[in-house]
């Protein structure tokens, strides 16, 4: 890589990951935090942390299934099954390995993993790590689904397919209601990595459920993070009784990974309860990147299919223009990462924009009118 990629990564930040934040003591327009709700600085989650630390320390002493179980993980997973609406729930201490072990855990020889091509890749190291076979199929084409599913099924004994709920480089949602009805008409499964969809998408931020308003129970498993709009870290899976207590005693990456420390395990809850009641914070996120993505199309960037999300891939081309497209954001003193190939197609290279609800709308418009300004220097637009 060049260097000027290279100096546009792992910027030691000195100050929270809000919507402001510090790096050699100068000051930045945060457009790249996963913190979207902007929870991270809540004082009420910073005191729920506070009192964790006090009462059980800085970490659990051990694996879930011996000695590392609190009553705190009992309560998130209570919380997450309820705010999921499955049955139960069982967290981890890692999101990125929550999806590896999940699909590796429950799926093997004579069963069949379909996985949309733009998904994680968590859940191609899980398809990996499985030895059962894996398919993809084309980026939301649910004709592809179907002729995957139909050319496939009857070889196999199981098949899930796998989307991501909304898509991290991209910013476009899985159309979850095609997806669970063609998995049906095949007997097929579904599992969603709902990383970026809890906290940002639907009326409630619950999620794809939420924002499609399906019944309980329509997706099979649901996996999530704690470490993006809940500002803590860790993994989930909720899903049926069942799938829960198997994996407790059959995940590799359950039994032999300490447990999350209790003071993540506070912050996760207490963030997830403030989801639930503070309304107003989703509101102001969805208000946020609705007026973002309209600005930066209407000057004549290309966003992809990015809609109802807090992610906005600003389309810049080839990856060195992206790199300096980046680093000129950076002198009119705003953060935004640049991604470019082999995370994105070639020629695909772009800025992802992450909003939060705790943008301004005087710091909006002044990172939209910064992205014109640059936009039209390197002739993007």
């Not at 159309?175 to 009326?203: C, F, L, N």
């Not at 309209?294 to 810049?316: M, W």
Request: glycine share 8%; proline share 4%; hydrophobic share 40%.
């Amino acid at each position: 890589m060049n260097r000027i990629g290279l100096n546009t990564y792992m910027l030691p930040i000195q100050s929270a990951a809000s919507s402001k934040v510090l790096i050699d003591g100068q000051e930045y327009l945060m457009l790249g935090s996963y913190s979207y709700l902007g929870l991270i600085t809540h004082p009420d989650i910073i005191q729920a942390g506070h009192e964790a630390l006090d009462k059980y320390g800085t970490g659990a002493g051990g694996v879930r299934l011996l000695t590392g179980t609190t009553d705190l993980h009992h309560l998130l997973e209570k919380k997450i099954a309820s705010f999921k609406r499955t049955e139960d729930a069982l967290v981890l201490s890692s999101g990125y390995v929550t999806n590896m072990t999940v699909i590796s855990t429950l799926f093997g020889k004579d069963d069949l993993v379909v996985i949309d091509k733009y998904d994680h890749q968590s859940i191609y190291d899980g398809c990996i790590l499985s030895k059962a076979d894996w398919k993809r199929f084309n980026h939301n084409d649910m004709d592809d689904l179907s002729r995957v599913l139909e050319e496939n099924r009857e070889n196999y004994k199981r098949v899930i397919v796998v989307v991501d709920g909304v898509y991290s480089m991209d910013g476009d949602i899985a159309p979850m209601p095609e997806i669970i009805e063609i998995a049906k008409q095949y007997d097929s499964s579904t599992m969603v990595d709902e990383a970026h969809s809890i906290g940002t998408v639907g009326p409630n931020g619950r999620g794809v459920d939420d924002y499609f308003d399906l019944e309980p129970g329509a997706v099979d498993i649901y996996m999530g993070t704690l470490s993006k709009a809940i500002p803590s870290i860790g993994g989930y899976i909720a899903a049926k009784k069942d799938v829960i207590t198997y994996l407790k005693f059959t995940s590799n990456a359950f039994i032999f990974s300490a447990a999350l420390p209790p003071v993540s395990t506070a912050v996760a809850l207490k963030a997830l309860e403030i989801i639930e009641t503070d309304k107003e914070r989703i509101k102001s996120l969805q208000k946020n990147y609705a007026k973002f993505i309209n600005g930066v199309k209407e000057i004549g960037y290309d966003t992809l299919k990015s809609k109802d999300t807090p992610i906005v891939p600003v389309v810049i081309g080839d990856d060195v223009k992206t790199f300096r497209f980046a680093k000129q954001m950076k002198k009119e003193g705003i953060l935004v990462p640049p991604i470019v190939f082999p995370a994105v197609p070639r020629d695909k290279g772009r800025l992802r924009c992450c909003v939060m609800a705790t943008h301004t709308e005087e710091e909006i418009d002044y990172i939209i009118e910064t992205m014109e300004k640059i936009g039209k220097n390197l002739k993007v637009i």
